[in-house]
């Protein structure tokens, strides 16, 4: 569990840095990444949850209005991710995105 956690959680910063320098392309293959690894395992739903919304902050950059508003809606509902603090942040980097086009 620890080590799969820890690589989730270095993809999860990559990402972090791929939307802050606006390399999309590279953010989605991150998530991706993160989402493979977290499939099947259910004692990690926040990274699920996560993957979604680069997901959609990625699409959303894509100009894929419709998949990124679906991931998002997924990513903020899914895996009983009720800690407002982490969907608020999700909520920041989705907006990001339009601030950037």
Not at 25 to 34: F, Q, S
Not at 41 to 48: C, F, H, I, K, V
Not at 72 to 80: E, K
Request: aromatic share 8%; with cysteine; proline share 2%.
């Amino acid at each position: 569990m620890t080590k799969v956690w820890k690589e989730a959680s270095i993809l999860f910063r990559l990402c972090e840095i791929c939307d802050a320098t606006g390399r999309f392309d590279r953010l989605a293959v991150h998530a991706e990444d993160m989402r493979e690894r977290s499939e099947g395992r259910p004692y990690l739903p926040r990274t699920r949850a996560s993957t979604l919304i680069w997901f959609a902050v990625a699409g959303r950059a894509a100009g894929d209005e419709r998949t990124a508003a679906r991931a998002f809606q997924q990513g903020t509902r899914s895996h009983g991710t009720t800690n407002s603090e982490v969907i608020w942040r999700r909520r920041q980097a989705y907006a990001t995105v339009n601030r950037r086009s």
